[in-house]
């Protein structure tokens, strides 16, 4: 089994930063993609930005130009820098791995997922 923990959430103002991480430990996989998806109160959860094994990204159109996806060394950890943030950030986000050399922006793609961090950004 895969366990994924992330931390680095918190309350922060509009036009602020976060830094997200998420490590995964456990069983390993020799080829993963990373990707980070969130979830507002009464909204479905959505595609937020995902990294392939190769270290191609992929963000939603929604935060493109203010977060970064990025891979640890060891490629094990995933982090996701938020920049600018707004209130419409405001959510719970996950981070979640799936077992394929491509990142997909399907959540139903990814095969183990964090129990999430709380995003909250004040205006």
């Known amino acids: 089994q895969v366990q994924l923990v992330e931390s680095g959430g918190g309350l922060v103002q509009a036009g602020g930063s976060l830094r997200l991480s998420c490590a995964a430990s456990?069983?390993?996989?020799?080829?993963?993609?990373m990707g980070w998806f969130r979830q507002a109160p009464g909204k479905e959860r959505e595609f937020v930005a995902a990294i392939s094994w190769s270290g191609s990204t992929y963000y939603a159109d929604s935060v493109k130009g203010r977060f970064t996806i990025s891979r640890g060394s060891a490629k094990n950890t995933v982090y996701l820098q938020m920049n600018s943030l707004k209130p419409e950030d405001t959510a719970v986000y996950y981070c979640a791995l799936e077992r394929s050399v491509v990142a997909h922006r399907n959540p139903a793609a990814y095969d183990y997922w964090g129990q999430g961090t709380q995003v909250t950004v004040s205006s």
């Open positions: 456990g069983r390993t996989f020799s080829i993963y993609a």
